[in-house]
């Protein structure tokens, strides 16, 4: 049986009530492909208003979860928060929680982190460590009955340095050694270049990077899970480059930005039935 196609939305930081609502609208309304399996993620703000009012077929995503059930981490929210407000899936390891908010490979244990609050409350300083928690928070949320978008990807700088692959597979990497149920995760490629600039890896970039993840996934975590696991591209997709894209061997859909704001999202959606 073939991997089913998947397009998610990733609203990121933007939306209002009434925005959102016709989105949902727009989306209840239009004649998305069947065969196709779709995710938005709203901010946290609106996502029991996108439960509410989106058709049953459409799921749910929080941009972001943490990797601890409670407790005192002002701002933050559980995996046992999401499955109890309805919301099945979570995005962990966006390149701009990475980048901006410093989130990587790392993963901190609960001692650390109190060692690292105390530290801050006796010094009002921190050491410069990055002490996030992608791996961990993946892990988390599968053990909480999530599923996961993990995103993955280079920088400009790693490209031209020949190191898209050493990169990609040591973030892949760092979530393998927290768990071996890859079932619930999707992955989603995402070169960080390609992030809202308008440019996009070509067709055959896009597919070299997919292949090598799934080579990857074959040699490191099982045949079942390469043959299995969808990898989305993301990165400026837009309906005018999806359908070429769609077309590739070892892409199973994409993660959109800025189009899932608008009505052209329906046209990705709907990229391989076009």
Same mark, same amino acid.
């Given at each position: ?134 791996? &961990?928070? $993946?892990?988390?949320?599968?053990? /909480?009955?999530?599923?996961? %978008? +993990?995103?993955? #990807?280079?920088?400009? =700088? ?59 996934? &074959?040699? $490191?975590?099982?045949?079942?899970? /390469?043959?299995?696991?969808? %990898? +989305?591209?993301? #990165?400026?997709?837009? =309906? ?35």
């Amino acid at each position: 049986m073939g991997r089913q196609f998947f397009v998610g939305g990733n609203f990121k930081m933007n939306g209002t009530i009434k925005s959102i609502t016709d989105i949902i609208h727009l989306l209840n309304e239009a004649k998305l492909d069947e065969k196709t399996e779709v995710v938005i993620a709203p901010p946290s703000l609106y996502l029991l208003l996108a439960r509410e009012h989106l058709s049953a077929g459409i799921e749910v995503a929080a941009q972001n979860v943490f990797d601890k059930p409670n407790g005192a981490f002002t701002g933050e929210i559980s995996a046992e928060q999401l499955k109890d407000s309805g919301i099945g899936w979570a995005l962990a390891g966006h390149s701009e929680r990475r980048v901006i908010l410093g989130e990587d490979n790392a993963v901190s244990d609960d001692n650390d982190l109190t060692r690292r609050y105390i530290q801050f409350c006796i010094t009002g300083k921190l050491k410069k460590k990055k002490q996030q928690f992608v791996a &961990s928070k $993946t892990k988390a949320a599968i053990d /909480s009955g999530l599923s996961v %978008i +993990l995103c993955v #990807g280079e920088t400009l =700088e790693q490209r031209e340095a020949n190191k898209t692959i050493d990169v990609v597979t040591a973030q892949l990497k760092a979530v393998s050694e927290r768990t071996k149920d890859w079932s619930k995760i999707v992955i989603a490629y995402e070169p960080v270049w390609a992030i809202g600039t308008g440019k996009v890896a070509s067709t055959e970039q896009a597919q070299e990077v997919h292949a090598a993840i799934r080579k990857w996934l &074959s040699s $490191t975590v099982s045949q079942e899970a /390469s043959d299995a696991t969808r %990898i +989305l591209y993301g #990165g400026s997709v837009s =309906e005018k480059n999806c359908k070429e894209l769609a077309k590739q061997s070892d892409i199973d859909g994409f993660l959109v930005g800025g189009a899932s704001l608008k009505p052209a999202f329906i046209d990705i959606i709907n990229a391989q039935s076009a």
